[in-house]
């Protein structure tokens, strides 16, 4: 059975830095691939990256160049590191994955196997 952890959420100022991080248990690493989504207050769920099982990356244009995903298999853990925070970076942040080969910043909820973390609050004030 798949679960997903996630923690490293919090409160910081426009500028600064956070560090996500998802422990995912039940995941084959060789198949599945790995997201992070975010949802602000009265916003639509939005995919910020995704990483594949061949470790190729894809993120949305509105972060690109400030987060970074990684994932490190052995410790059954996805990151995601977020540089120079911005207001509208401001939500709740989930960790998914997707038992696909075909990775990008898809919808788990339009796969079969297809699963979500309980969330992590992120906070960046002006």
């Known amino acids: 059975q798949v679960q997903l952890a996630e923690s490293g959420g919090g409160s910081v100022q426009a500028g600064g830095s956070l560090s996500l991080s998802c422990v995912a248990t039940g995941v084959d690493w060789d198949r599945y691939c790995m997201l992070w989504f975010r949802q602000a207050p009265g916003k639509e769920r939005e995919g910020v990256a995704a990483i594949g099982s061949d470790s190729d990356t894809t993120y949305a244009d509105s972060v690109k160049g400030r987060f970074t995903i990684s994932k490190f298999n052995a410790k059954n853990t996805l990151y995601l590191r977020m540089n120079t925070l911005k207001p509208e970076d401001t939500g709740m942040y989930y960790c998914?994955?997707?038992?696909?080969?075909?990775?990008?910043?898809?919808?788990?909820?339009?796969?079969?196997?297809?699963?979500w973390g309980q969330g992590t609050q992120v906070t960046v004030s002006s």
């Open positions: 998914a994955a997707v038992a696909t080969y075909h990775c990008y910043l898809l919808d788990p909820d339009k796969f079969v196997y297809g699963y």
